[in-house]
């Protein structure tokens, strides 16, 4: 078996686990694993970052300021959860995933997702991000679907985007917050939206502006709750 | 992309999707598709010459290509151009038509929103230069060959040594023959003026050369070389982020890389390097360039270390080599000395550096000559480092340090005085007046091949011919004796005495 990341043969510790089938066989070596750094630890209660990596003055308590400036806003995002940091490493295989649409590499996250969802997102439904069709056709693929069939449950595209608009990685901070995605419910899934816990699955969380207008259209017609779980934590 | 199949008198071809007018026709992916013939040609239709000159000699796909799609179809009806299935399926095993990997292993399929099949399957090993799946069909020219241009004119003025004139010469009789030669050059030899005449002929004989290097840091550092040596042929460079071919250019410098986007494009290859990482020039390359080249191409491989089946080829005669035995300058090759140095592992594991080798590091310094100290991993390099960094002269560089090139550039201004480095720096960077230590050459990263490129990077300028190249190590290895014997055996081929 070689690794997914970097096409080298993967050494395989035998341990007893193995001998008792125990242990999934991975996909990913030693030395890239150790690249990708995982959100553990203290943690924002909203968005899911890491403290341990952010400066002290933009906390409070256990909630970073960004998160108490969505909330001030009406914040349709419960939390949001996310497995990694978006680190050089992470930031490099997520392009080749997404941009040169290399698919297979999803399975390099779906023990830990499924883990996380163990942990943390019970109960839920499934919602991937959608892409614009123009965006779809480019990619072959939407990322966020593969991300969410990595789950193992089913997933609902209980979201639309119907504007094509310019990549959300080329704006600044700034516009992305001022220029909300545009989401549309598809009215084929409202009666399971309804009265649901829902968790929007997508493979990065930066500003949290696509999260949160994704949720706003969810709530307006009648999800419960609405979380999100990501790949990566800008 | 999908296709439907239109009737026209000619018989029946495609048409890619955006442009089909009948309605609810029967959309298909290319990889079902039985008729990948082109329309014979209609030398009355007025072909793009842009279009032309882009896609001659390329292997590309669809959206590579900066023209509308209306206008490739017109291309296409009229004969010029075709297209061809980027994944072909053989008795159930998979093949990229690019890059010529048929490793199973390296192919995954996806439900692809492009052509709406299930299991729609694509090529990993080429994934970096985009996807290449079932679906996507690759795109060549076809068409009527543009017109030569005669873009011969040589302004270099150097000169060469006896050698490298005897090289030239013979480079110069095989273009345009359909043959394989070797130059084996030793480190320094001035490989690169010996193609110079060569190169001439071939524009003057109206055929396109092309030169290909594994490393984008050769490929740029010539560019402007053959730019001054060829005024009036409009080199082009491709390397990773420049991959486009405005000009329809008769002298292409290309990462070997990028060779998989050309298909018949050139009647000369030059292979730079062909031993080295990331390519000894293995399956994938033999691939590339058998792709780029034209049939009866002329291909001439240049290399310090040619691999042992290279060897074996020149021993078989079936290879026909030129040797370069002696440097420009003249001077013979600096020969290695083993230096027992005790257990090399274990005194790092204990953050000590072996005393020899402290010694050493200390006389250089002194000698105000420059120095590389080469160690085989980059976890090792660091506790070196750990252990000097307090001396300013000295600094570490290894293959994901992001300040990497930064640190080369100082140290080839002479503000760095040692650079301690894995076998990354064992090519290509050149500094006058210097010595090569190596911290544990008996380990297995250090193979024959990389201790001779590491021995060659002492004495390579005619102000400073001679310089030391010394192997610490805890018992010699089969790979820095043969290292010793090669470069002696050049040195004998050239008819110089080794000093020792």
């Not at chain 2, 509308?68 to 075709?82: E, K």
């Not at chain 2, 241009?149 to 359909?178: H, N, Y």
């Amino acid at each position: 078996m070689n690794c997914l990341s970097c096409h080298e043969p993967i050494q395989i510790k035998f341990g007893w686990n193995d001998l008792f089938y125990l242990n999934d066989p991975s996909s990913i070596c030693s030395a890239c694993s150790d690249q990708l750094e995982r959100i553990e630890g203290e943690i924002c209660r909203m968005c899911g970052r890491s403290f341990s990596i952010f400066p002290e003055q933009y906390r409070q308590d256990d909630c970073c300021f960004d998160c108490l400036e969505w909330e001030q806003h009406g914040s349709s995002i419960t939390k949001n959860r996310s497995l990694y940091q978006y680190n050089p490493f992470l930031k490099e295989v997520m392009a080749r995933f997404k941009y040169r649409g290399d698919a297979e590499l999803v399975k390099l996250f779906q023990k830990e997702l499924q883990a996380l969802v163990k942990r943390a997102f019970k109960g839920t439904i499934v919602v991937p991000i959608p892409l614009s069709k123009e965006r779809h056709y480019e990619r072959g693929f939407n990322q966020a679907e593969l991300v969410a069939g990595m789950i193992g449950c089913p997933y609902y595209h209980a979201l639309k985007r119907p504007v094509h608009e310019e990549k959300q990685s080329k704006k600044s901070k700034r516009e992305r917050l001022e220029h909300a995605t545009v989401f549309t419910m598809n009215e084929e899934f409202r009666s399971a939206i309804a009265n649901s816990d829902v968790t929007i699955v997508d493979d990065l969380y930066t500003t949290g502006a696509t999260v949160q207008a994704a949720g706003k259209i969810l709530l307006d017609h009648g999800a419960r709750t609405v979380s999100s779980l990501t790949i990566a934590r800008g | 992309m999908r296709f439907a199949s239109i009737q026209t008198e000619k018989g029946s071809f495609l048409c890619p999707e955006p442009l089909v007018e009948i309605s609810n026709p029967s959309l298909f992916s290319i990889k079902h598709s039985t008729m990948l013939t082109t329309p014979s040609i209609n030398p009355s239709f007025s072909l793009d010459s842009n279009l032309q000159t882009y896609l001659s000699g390329r292997h590309l796909l669809i959206d590579e290509l900066p023209f509308p799609i209306d206008q490739l179809h017109s291309h296409y009806l009229n004969g010029s151009i075709l297209y061809e299935k980027g994944i072909l399926l053989n008795k159930n095993r998979y093949c990229c038509q690019r890059c010529g990997n048929d490793d199973q292993t390296l192919f995954a399929s996806f439900s692809c929103f492009r052509c709406k099949e299930e299991q729609c399957t694509y090529c990993r090993k080429c994934i970096i230069m985009g996807r290449v799946s079932e679906c996507t069909p690759l795109i060549r020219w076809v068409g009527p060959a543009r017109d030569k241009e005669l873009s011969a004119g040589l302004a270099w003025d150097g000169t060469l040594s006896e050698l490298q004139k005897e090289a030239s010469q013979r480079i110069c009789e095989a273009v345009g023959e359909p043959k394989e030669m070797l130059v084996w050059a030793v480190c320094g030899a001035g490989k690169t003026e010996i193609l110079f005449e060569g190169i001439e002929r071939a524009l003057r004989l109206g055929l396109r050369v092309c030169l290909a290097s594994p490393r984008t840091d050769v490929i740029t550092e010539l560019y402007p070389r053959f730019e001054k040596a060829f005024p009036k042929a409009g080199v082009a460079a491709l390397y990773g982020g420049h991959s486009e071919l405005t000009s329809p250019s008769s002298l292409v410098l290309s990462t070997t890389h990028q060779l998989f986007r050309f298909k018949n494009a050139f009647d000369v290859i030059v292979v730079d390097e062909v031993d080295a990482f990331p390519f000894s020039y293995d399956r994938t390359l033999k691939f590339a360039v058998d792709k780029a080249a034209v049939d009866q191409s002329t291909r001439i491989y240049l290399s310090a270390t040619p691999s042992n089946k290279m060897k074996q080829r020149v021993r078989s005669q079936n290879l026909e080599v030129i040797h370069i035995s002696k440097r420009f300058h003249g001077y013979p090759l600096p020969v290695p000395h083993y230096k027992w140095c005790g257990n090399w592992s274990k005194l790092l594991k204990k953050q000590r550096i072996p005393s020899v080798i402290r010694q050493w590091i200390k006389e250089k310094l002194a000698s105000g000559r420059q120095a590389f100290l080469f160690v085989p991993t980059i976890e090792q390099l660091d506790t070196v480092y750990s252990i000097l960094k307090e001396n300013p002269e000295i600094d570490s560089v290894h293959s994901s340090d992001p300040d990497r090139i930064e640190k080369i550039k100082r140290f080839r201004k002479g503000e760095i005085k040692m650079l301690l480095t894995t076998t990354i720096l064992e090519r290509g960077v050149t500094v006058p007046k210097i010595d090569v230590g190596v911290l544990g050459s008996d380990h297995d990263v250090f193979s024959s091949n990389a201790l001779v490129q590491i021995a060659g990077r002492a004495g390579r300028s005619v102000e400073d011919p001679y310089g030391e190249v010394v192997y610490f190590h805890f018992g010699k290895t089969s790979a820095m004796v043969s290292a010793k014997r090669e470069i002696q055996n050049h040195n004998r081929r050239a008819g110089l005495v080794t000093r020792r």
